[in-house]
């Protein structure tokens, strides 16, 4: 009897999205929620403080997380997605939307790690 070995499916990419009442309140929350839960395991953070969302956090566990704000366009959705997965040809095409600002990095990847902890992982 032949065995059948089932391949690796790559672990979806983790990343978080400010939920916090301004960046919620912007139509362009709810796309940017639904086109990157398609695509990636989403959690929501409480506001990380620049009030210019949609803001979302790419690599939120490690400890530079990569935080980008004024998501707004469907082709920076996409490139959002794209850059989630890896890709960094989007990464660099994001780079205008990047935050650097340490102090906001901080408090994000704090609030991420917290909230990675607390939440249970879908299998």
């Keep these: 009897?032949?065995?059948?070995?089932?391949?690796?499916?790559?672990?979806?990419?983790?990343?978080?999205?400010?939920?916090?009442?301004?960046?919620r309140k912007r139509c362009e929350?709810?796309?940017?929620r639904d086109a990157l839960d398609?695509?990636?395991d989403v959690v929501e953070l409480r506001c990380v403080g620049l009030?210019?969302?949609?803001?979302?956090?790419?690599?939120?566990?490690?400890?530079?997380?990569?935080?980008y704000s004024k998501l707004r366009s469907k082709r920076q959705r996409k490139?959002?997605?794209a850059a989630?997965?890896?890709?960094?040809?989007?990464?660099?095409?994001?780079?205008?939307?990047r935050v650097a600002t340490k102090k906001v990095v901080g408090r994000v990847s704090r609030q991420a790690r917290r909230q990675?902890?607390?939440?249970?992982?879908?299998?």
């Design 84 to 97: 989630a997965a890896g890709d960094t040809r989007a990464r660099r095409d994001l780079s205008g939307r």
């Design 1 to 23: 009897m032949a065995r059948r070995t089932l391949s690796a499916v790559p672990e979806r990419p983790t990343v978080a999205l400010c939920a916090g009442k301004d960046c």
């Design 51 to 67: 009030c210019n969302g949609p803001i979302v956090v790419i690599d939120p566990a490690c400890d530079k997380p990569v935080v």
């Design 79 to 81: 490139l959002v997605i």
């Design 29 to 32: 929350f709810a796309k940017i």
């Design 116 to 123: 990675l902890r607390t939440t249970p992982r879908a299998a």
């Design 38 to 40: 398609a695509q990636c």
